[in-house]
């Protein structure tokens, strides 16, 4: 019985080498470049089609490349996976993963910079045609490493039939901090907040806006320090607590990031800070007049950007680096980007996406849509750095712990900054 | 006074009638066996009595106070189940002392009641034993214990012996007879085996489809069925009842409509003879030892006999059957019920 | 004859092989080398992981949300284990009771264990919603202000704790509703006529009978206290400010959001620790208190 066994297994091994070795023999054999991407959608449906449709408009135009497009959950899964894949020696050759992995990946020695892969001048044009404010995550060391596709920004969403019951103007929406509060004051009634700024989820890229418009950045484009504790970032934090606690026109305590939209389409909270890529959702769902507007200013207007950026893989060969490359410019053409820009509600990464009439009949006709665009202008990077996880983490806690009250702004924000520091030190 | 009296009682589920218009009395320290075939209300009638069950009609009577709705615990009874009910869990001496605990029993009660109810039953040896170490008779002694320790003046059971084997089953019915009788104890012990009714009771109460067929002394159920029923349950074999005309023993019967009319005769009251009597058929016959019970024919009507010593049938065999006039019991035919004033004449 | 009983052994070991290969393969492996990784630094493609010794042991004991997380771990599994064990049971006598809608009721207890974790946390997160939840429109019919329920530092741990204790206690009562199925009806029987009440009789006999589905029970809800997070990461992501993060999400975390590794195993081995000395101690003492039939 033994004796059965053995050759078995060992039938059973010749098979698999056989196995492995047709495979290969045939992907060599059609001399095609076989590209795999891994791509985050946290909710299928929509998105995924669209992806699957570009690609095979690519593959039409390009048959000797073919794309296995991978989807991968939200961009935490997408970068696991992809990393693991990589890990365990599974061939990926691209991948669009959050703007703000730069560094975790630059550290992994994961990804090449774009730099060392252009060649022609045409291909180094490209690289300078996006929003320069779409870029800053993706750049340091004086490099491209990631270049911008699936890319949001915070607008602000207002209830313009709200407005008029509360007697303001609804073509007017606030432009300061100190209109948001007046604003506020006349909107909040038995049932209605008068703003609301998400504090679960993405507390981050939220405050990202706020200190931003009160002239402060969060840290520095080398990605190993942080200001959480400097003077305008404290103030940043005091002013959201206060909304709550003070002026009376947000709830106390954090707002979820989830259940946000559903409190702004049934009317009760007239404002609320979010996402540009719930504008399609809004825009289907709200039973009253809408209006979306840039984010107020203090010093200065300002918003992070969001969202994903294309990433290439450092063990690729010279081949697939440039099947990548036709595949990437093929997907960030004008023409497309402004197509999946109306489609999904992500920002056009481009001016020229904007300057195609089809995008511009779009905005004609819907001016929101045109909101984001115009914001890029004052847009700046999201918190990105060295030991991104636990440097977000801190400023997430940090920032719920002000606004939940069991410490002061400043309190919450000297220790997050402290321990920062202890996290980045050995990257200065 | 009786011990235990029920006027009436019925048990009703929704569309159906388990127990129908039950009327008895006990009296005191009274052996009282519920008899019937499966199905026939008895073990109903127990619960009722015990207050497991409630009653849907009628009224009950325990030691001359109305007790119809009164709480089980409230009755002053114990009870032996079928399946003997120990709590696994509990070594033997917990639970024959649990009603006693349950009550407060001060401590020195409690222990010497133990000594007292353990050796009764028995069990001196085995109180630190759990159920599941017992035997079905030791089993069977824990179940008796935990009933009798309480003190009650009545204890019901309900088929205690059906899970022992036929020698252990004989021994527990004469011990349990003999404490019943020591102690004073009202009991009422329902059983659908005769035997065990005729060799226990002072008083059988035979029930069928949710009556009371026939109640009185073991003797009277014998002697004096009231019913076919009573006659076809009780005695091993039972009672042959035949049709007097289909064997020709239509002219036997002092009465113009013979075929109105049953006849009983007890297996063991048939002598088997060659000269004298009704002409018969012998079958077969089955040795039980002491005795033999030999099916006979008369045409198509099959009759037992019971007689002494061995007897081997081969093959059908001629022979003529025979019984003194006073074993004979006359029933009416459409109500199955006994009639005496009807003259039977010798064969 | 020795030839034979050999020849058997052989066997019976063959026949374990799959089994011993799979235990191997991802139970015991993975633990050594959970263990052997905690002694290690995080490495990356600049920095290759070093031996530390207990520099990981260490910096876990000057983690102030280490501290937190098992803290809150503690009081999550102190609320979610008696209380969904003793409803369990609660819910357990009362559908095997002679109830007349009996099936509906097994059937709506049942249900949320059907539910997968991540839904049920969709659907309490509709219900905890300040303002438009089911929680706050209840409670605003009685004239009770809205509350934040999950924004609330003192009330997040809390609602999580419930939401757990609704989906766990209809599981373990269809354990409990099995059990008492087996107990026979005589021995309520007898014990009423001795006039024992409800409670001395449940006190004295059901319960005790019920004790090796107790420990079955116990065993699994002390697990699923450190196991079940998966709610967090719809309801609360362990905030605000770590007041609802459980041991196993920060485990998460740290591994997948923070990517150190090393860290990760660390905790995993605490947490490994900590599973084992439960369950040595739920065995050993526990065990020679319970009635097997």
Same mark, same amino acid.
């Given at each position: 019985?033994?004796?059965?066994?053995?050759?078995?297994?060992?039938?059973?091994?010749?098979?698999?080498?056989?196995?492995?070795?047709?495979?290969?023999?045939?992907?060599?054999?059609?001399?095609?470049?076989?590209?795999?991407?891994?791509?985050?959608?946290?909710?299928?449906?929509?998105?995924?089609?669209?992806?699957?449709?570009?690609?095979?408009?690519?593959?039409?135009?390009?048959?000797?490349?073919?794309?296995?497009?991978?989807?991968?959950?939200?961009?935490?899964?997408?970068?696991?996976?992809?990393?693991?894949?990589?890990?365990?020696?599974?061939?990926?050759?691209?991948?669009?993963?959050?703007?703000?992995?730069?560094?975790?990946?630059?550290?992994?020695?994961?990804?090449?910079?774009?730099?060392?892969?252009?060649?022609?001048?045409?291909?180094?044009?490209?690289?300078?045609?996006?929003?320069?404010?779409?870029?800053?995550?993706?750049?340091?060391?004086?490099?491209?490493?990631?270049?911008?596709?699936?890319?949001?920004?915070?607008?602000?969403?207002?209830?313009?039939?709200?407005?008029?019951?509360?007697?303001?103007?609804?073509?007017?929406?606030?432009?300061?901090?100190?209109?948001?509060?007046?604003?506020?004051?006349?909107?909040?009634?038995?049932?209605?907040?008068?703003?609301?700024?998400?504090?679960?989820?993405?507390?981050?890229?939220?405050?990202?806006?706020?200190?931003?418009?009160?002239?402060?950045?969060?840290?520095?484009?080398?990605?190993?320090?942080?200001?959480?504790?400097?003077?305008?970032?404290?103030?940043?934090?005091?002013?959201?607590?206060?909304?709550?606690?003070?002026?009376?026109?947000?709830?106390?305590?954090?707002?979820?990031?989830?259940?946000?939209?559903?409190?702004?389409?049934?009317?009760?909270?007239?404002?609320?800070?979010?996402?540009?890529?719930?504008?399609?959702?809004?825009?289907?769902?709200?039973?009253?007049?809408?209006?979306?507007?840039?984010?107020?200013?203090?010093?200065?207007?300002?918003?992070?950007?969001?969202?994903?950026?294309?990433?290439?893989?450092?063990?690729?060969?010279?081949?697939?680096?440039?099947?990548?490359?036709?595949?990437?410019?093929?997907?960030?053409?004008?023409?497309?980007?402004?197509?999946?820009?109306?489609?999904?509600?992500?920002?056009?990464?481009?001016?020229?996406?904007?300057?195609?009439?089809?995008?511009?009949?779009?905005?004609?006709?819907?001016?929101?849509?045109?909101?984001?665009?115009?914001?890029?202008?004052?847009?700046?990077?999201?918190?990105?750095?060295?030991?991104?996880?636990?440097?977000?983490?801190?400023?997430?806690?940090?920032?719920?712990?002000?606004?939940?009250?069991?410490?002061?702004?400043?309190?919450?924000?000297?220790?997050?900054?402290?321990?920062?520091?202890?996290?980045?030190?050995?990257?200065? | 006074?009786?011990?235990?009296?029920?006027?009436?009682?019925?048990?009703?589920?929704?569309?159906?009638?388990?127990?129908?218009?039950?009327?008895?009395?006990?009296?005191?320290?009274?052996?009282?066996?519920?008899?019937?075939?499966?199905?026939?209300?008895?073990?109903?009638?127990?619960?009722?009595?015990?207050?497991?069950?409630?009653?849907?009609?009628?009224?009950?009577?325990?030691?001359?106070?109305?007790?119809?709705?009164?709480?089980?615990?409230?009755?002053?009874?114990?009870?032996?189940?079928?399946?003997?009910?120990?709590?696994?869990?509990?070594?033997?001496?917990?639970?024959?002392?649990?009603?006693?605990?349950?009550?407060?029993?001060?401590?020195?009660?409690?222990?010497?009641?133990?000594?007292?109810?353990? +050796? /009764?039953? $028995?069990?001196?040896?085995? %109180?630190?034993? @759990? &159920? !599941?170490?017992?035997?079905?008779?030791?089993?069977?002694?824990?179940?008796?214990?935990?009933?009798?320790?309480?003190?009650?003046?009545?204890?019901?059971?309900?088929?205690?012996?059906?899970?022992?084997?036929?020698?252990?089953?004989?021994?527990?019915?004469?011990?349990?007879?003999?404490?019943?009788?020591?102690?004073?104890?009202?009991?009422?012990?329902?059983?659908?085996?005769?035997?065990?009714?005729?060799?226990?009771?002072?008083?059988?109460?035979?029930?069928?489809?949710?009556?009371? +067929? /026939?109640? $009185?002394?073991?003797?009277? %159920?014998?002697? @004096? &069925? !009231?019913?076919?029923?009573?006659?076809?349950?009780?005695?091993?074999?039972?009672?042959?009842?035949?049709?007097?005309?289909?064997?020709?023993?239509?002219?036997?019967?002092?009465?113009?409509?013979?075929?109105?009319?049953?006849?009983?005769?007890?297996?063991?009251?048939?002598?088997?003879?060659?000269?004298?009597?009704?002409?018969?058929?012998?079958?077969?016959?089955?040795?039980?030892?002491?005795?033999?019970?030999?099916?006979?024919?008369?045409?198509?009507?099959?009759?037992?006999?019971?007689?002494?010593?061995?007897?081997?049938?081969?093959?059908?065999?001629?022979?003529?059957?025979?019984?003194?006039?006073?074993?004979?019991?006359?029933?009416?035919?459409?109500?199955?019920?006994?009639?005496?004033?009807?003259?039977?004449?010798?064969? | 004859?020795?030839?034979?009983?050999?020849?058997?052994?052989?066997?019976?070991?063959?026949?374990?092989?799959?089994?011993?290969?799979?235990?191997?393969?991802?139970?015991?492996?993975?633990?050594?080398?959970?263990?052997?990784?905690?002694?290690?630094?995080?490495?990356?493609?600049?920095?290759?992981?070093?031996?530390?010794?207990?520099?990981?042991?260490?910096?876990?004991?000057?983690?102030?949300?280490?501290?937190?997380?098992?803290?809150?771990?503690?009081?999550?599994?102190?609320?979610?284990?008696?209380?969904?064990?003793?409803?369990?049971?609660?819910?357990?006598?009362?559908?095997?009771?002679?109830?007349?809608?009996?099936?509906?009721?097994?059937?709506?207890?049942?249900?949320?264990?059907?539910?997968?974790?991540?839904?049920?946390?969709?659907?309490?997160?509709?219900?905890?919603?300040?303002?438009?939840?089911?929680?706050?429109?209840?409670?605003?019919?009685?004239?009770?202000?809205?509350?934040?329920?999950?924004?609330?530092?003192?009330?997040?741990?809390?609602?999580?704790?419930?939401?757990?204790?609704?989906?766990?206690?209809?599981?373990?009562?269809?354990?409990?509703?099995?059990?008492?199925?087996?107990?026979?009806?005589?021995?309520?029987?007898?014990?009423?006529?001795?006039?024992?009440?409800?409670?001395?009789?449940?006190?004295?006999?059901?319960?005790?009978?019920?004790?090796?589905?107790?420990?079955?029970?116990?065993?699994?809800?002390?697990?699923?206290?450190?196991?079940?997070?998966?709610?967090?990461?719809?309801?609360?992501?362990?905030?605000?400010?770590?007041?609802?993060?459980?041991?196993?999400?920060?485990?998460?975390?740290?591994?997948?959001?923070?990517?150190?590794?090393?860290?990760?195993?660390?905790?995993?081995?605490?947490?490994?620790?900590?599973?084992?000395?439960?369950?040595?101690?739920?065995?050993?003492?526990?065990?020679?208190?319970?009635?097997?039939?």
């Amino acid at each position: 019985m033994l004796k059965t066994l053995k050759r078995k297994a060992g039938s059973l091994a010749l098979a698999t080498t056989l196995g492995l070795g047709v495979s290969t023999g045939i992907a060599t054999g059609a001399s095609a470049v076989e590209l795999t991407m891994y791509y985050p959608v946290a909710v299928g449906g929509p998105l995924t089609n669209i992806v699957d449709g570009l690609v095979e408009d690519f593959e039409k135009e390009n048959p000797d490349i073919t794309v296995n497009a991978i989807y991968a959950g939200n961009y935490n899964d997408a970068r696991i996976k992809a990393l693991a894949a990589l890990k365990s020696g599974e061939p990926a050759q691209t991948s669009v993963m959050f703007s703000i992995d730069t560094y975790e990946l630059i550290e992994q020695g994961a990804i090449v910079a774009f730099d060392d892969v252009v060649e022609t001048k045409e291909e180094k044009e490209w690289l300078n045609s996006f929003y320069p404010a779409l870029m800053e995550n993706g750049q340091t060391q004086g490099k491209t490493w990631g270049i911008p596709f699936q890319r949001s920004t915070i607008v602000m969403y207002y209830n313009k039939d709200a407005f008029r019951a509360a007697g303001l103007d609804p073509e007017t929406p606030p432009a300061t901090w100190d209109d948001l509060i007046s604003a506020g004051k006349k909107l909040t009634k038995d049932g209605q907040w008068g703003a609301m700024i998400p504090s679960t989820g993405y507390p981050y890229w939220m405050f990202g806006a706020l200190s931003m418009q009160n002239d402060q950045v969060l840290m520095n484009s080398d990605g190993n320090e942080t200001y959480f504790d400097a003077p305008a970032t404290i103030e940043a934090l005091e002013f959201w607590k206060d909304l709550g606690t003070k002026h009376g026109i947000m709830p106390e305590g954090t707002i979820e990031w989830g259940t946000l939209r559903q409190n702004f389409l049934e009317g009760k909270t007239a404002m609320m800070w979010h996402s540009t890529g719930n504008l399609s959702v809004v825009k289907k769902n709200a039973k009253f007049d809408f209006g979306v507007a840039m984010l107020p200013a203090q010093k200065r207007r300002g918003t992070p950007t969001g969202g994903g950026n294309f990433y290439i893989f450092e063990k690729t060969s010279a081949e697939e680096r440039k099947a990548t490359m036709k595949l990437i410019r093929f997907l960030t053409e004008p023409k497309r980007t402004a197509e999946w820009s109306m489609k999904t509600g992500y920002l056009g990464t481009k001016p020229a996406a904007y300057a195609t009439t089809e995008m511009k009949q779009y905005v004609a006709d819907f001016p929101p849509a045109a909101v984001a665009r115009d914001q890029l202008e004052f847009a700046t990077a999201e918190l990105s750095t060295y030991q991104n996880g636990r440097v977000r983490k801190l400023l997430d806690d940090a920032i719920q712990a002000a606004l939940t009250g069991s410490k002061t702004p400043k309190e919450a924000l000297e220790g997050a900054q402290k321990q920062a520091d202890r996290l980045l030190k050995r990257y200065r | 006074m009786s011990a235990i009296e029920l006027q009436g009682v019925s048990k009703i589920w929704g569309e159906t009638t388990a127990v129908n218009n039950v009327s008895f009395s006990i009296d005191q320290g009274t052996f009282a066996v519920l008899l019937g075939p499966s199905g026939c209300g008895k073990s109903t009638s127990l619960r009722m009595i015990s207050g497991l069950e409630e009653i849907s009609k009628g009224s009950l009577f325990i030691g001359g106070e109305d007790a119809t709705i009164a709480s089980p615990a409230d009755r002053n009874l114990s009870m032996v189940f079928q399946n003997y009910a120990l709590f696994p869990h509990l070594n033997v001496e917990e639970n024959i002392l649990f009603g006693l605990k349950v009550r407060n029993t001060p401590k020195q009660l409690q222990k010497e009641r133990l000594k007292k109810v353990a +050796e /009764q039953v $028995g069990l001196e040896q085995l %109180l630190d034993r @759990k &159920p !599941a170490q017992l035997s079905g008779g030791q089993r069977q002694r824990v179940a008796l214990a935990r009933a009798i320790i309480a003190e009650n003046p009545i204890c019901l059971m309900d088929e205690p012996l059906s899970n022992l084997d036929a020698k252990l089953r004989h021994i527990m019915r004469v011990e349990i007879r003999a404490l019943q009788q020591r102690l004073g104890m009202t009991v009422i012990y329902v059983t659908h085996d005769q035997a065990e009714a005729m060799s226990m009771a002072d008083k059988v109460i035979l029930m069928c489809d949710g009556k009371v +067929e /026939q109640e $009185g002394t073991p003797e009277e %159920l014998y002697n @004096k &069925p !009231a019913t076919t029923f009573a006659a076809a349950f009780i005695g091993t074999p039972p009672m042959n009842l035949i049709d007097p005309v289909a064997c020709g023993l239509d002219k036997k019967i002092s009465q113009n409509q013979q075929d109105n009319f049953l006849i009983g005769i007890r297996p063991e009251d048939i002598v088997l003879s060659n000269e004298n009597g009704l002409k018969a058929e012998l079958i077969s016959a089955d040795y039980l030892g002491a005795d033999t019970v030999v099916t006979a024919k008369i045409q198509d009507q099959e009759i037992l006999v019971r007689t002494p010593g061995k007897v081997t049938i081969t093959k059908p065999t001629s022979t003529r059957l025979q019984w003194p006039v006073k074993s004979v019991h006359v029933f009416d035919k459409s109500t199955g019920k006994r009639n005496d004033n009807i003259e039977v004449l010798p064969i | 004859m020795k030839h034979a009983s050999t020849k058997h052994q052989l066997y019976g070991w063959l026949l374990l092989l799959p089994a011993t290969l799979f235990l191997l393969a991802f139970t015991y492996y993975p633990t050594l080398a959970t263990l052997a990784k905690s002694f290690f630094s995080q490495g990356t493609a600049i920095r290759p992981a070093a031996f530390v010794g207990l520099e990981n042991y260490t910096f876990m004991l000057e983690d102030d949300v280490f501290w937190q997380v098992a803290w809150n771990n503690v009081i999550y599994a102190l609320f979610t284990i008696p209380i969904s064990i003793a409803l369990a049971l609660m819910m357990a006598i009362w559908v095997n009771s002679r109830l007349k809608f009996k099936s509906l009721a097994r059937m709506s207890f049942f249900l949320p264990t059907m539910l997968p974790m991540i839904a049920v946390a969709n659907i309490w997160l509709f219900f905890y919603t300040p303002e438009i939840g089911l929680i706050d429109q209840v409670a605003s019919v009685f004239g009770i202000e809205s509350h934040n329920w999950l924004g609330d530092p003192d009330t997040v741990l809390g609602c999580i704790i419930v939401i757990t204790i609704w989906k766990e206690a209809g599981f373990f009562m269809i354990f409990y509703l099995a059990a008492l199925q087996t107990l026979s009806p005589e021995l309520e029987e007898a014990a009423r006529l001795e006039g024992a009440s409800r409670w001395y009789y449940f006190r004295r006999i059901m319960f005790p009978l019920l004790m090796p589905t107790t420990l079955f029970v116990l065993i699994n809800a002390v697990i699923n206290s450190f196991k079940l997070v998966d709610h967090l990461f719809i309801l609360t992501k362990g905030g605000p400010d770590n007041a609802s993060s459980l041991l196993l999400y920060y485990i998460y975390e740290v591994a997948f959001s923070f990517l150190d590794q090393a860290y990760a195993s660390t905790l995993t081995v605490i947490l490994l620790a900590v599973l084992a000395i439960i369950a040595i101690g739920q065995f050993v003492f526990l065990d020679k208190k319970v009635h097997y039939q």
